[in-house]
């Protein structure tokens, strides 16, 4: 998960994730394997890009191709299961925002 | 670095950077701190997160008012120097994007 992903020119969707997460796994690594998987197969994902310092704090950037894409993958029966489990166990806080994405370049 | 930053409602822009770091420190550690302090200071900076995990991977997403605050940043002298100084030899790789919020929430 922590590697860059490829995307095409934009515009395309970003949904920013920060959070910081509860102590303990509690089933929280297969499930996030899991949900990058399921989100792969959603239409319109275009990539993902994830990192996690060893203090806990993370920050997830998916990219889609629409809002209409952020919002069926969001209402997934699936993920609603992960959100809930997410609210109640996994997370201590989290931040979400949505943008569009207008320009991106490279390391030369 | 690795906390939530408070932003105000949307929207704003954001810098989406995503880069994998060379092996050594090379006096990063001290610049990157330096840029945060510096970065701060800019007209239009709202806020910062930044984190990175042990295999070199990291993201960093700043918000900023305007695209006028962006680009005022990136052409500040002593950002140019740490912007070179990252191609030359801090980074292997790095991807910027640039993208307008347009919602935001919040763990309930």
Not at 25 to 44: K, N
Not at 72 to 96: D, L, N, P, S, T
């Amino acid at each position: 998960m922590t590697a860059f992903t490829q995307l095409p020119e934009p515009p395309y969707y970003v949904v920013i994730f920060s959070s910081r997460r509860t102590e303990g796994d509690h089933g929280y690594g297969d499930m996030a394997q899991r949900m990058v998987e399921l989100a792969a197969d959603q239409p319109g994902f275009l990539g993902v890009e994830s990192t996690r310092s060893a203090d806990g704090f993370g920050i997830t950037n998916s990219y889609w191709a629409t809002q209409e894409a952020i919002t069926a993958w969001r209402k997934h029966a699936e993920h609603q299961m992960a959100i809930e489990r997410g609210q109640a166990q996994w997370y201590e806080h989290y931040e979400v925002r949505i943008a569009l994405v207008e320009r991106a370049y490279s390391k030369k």
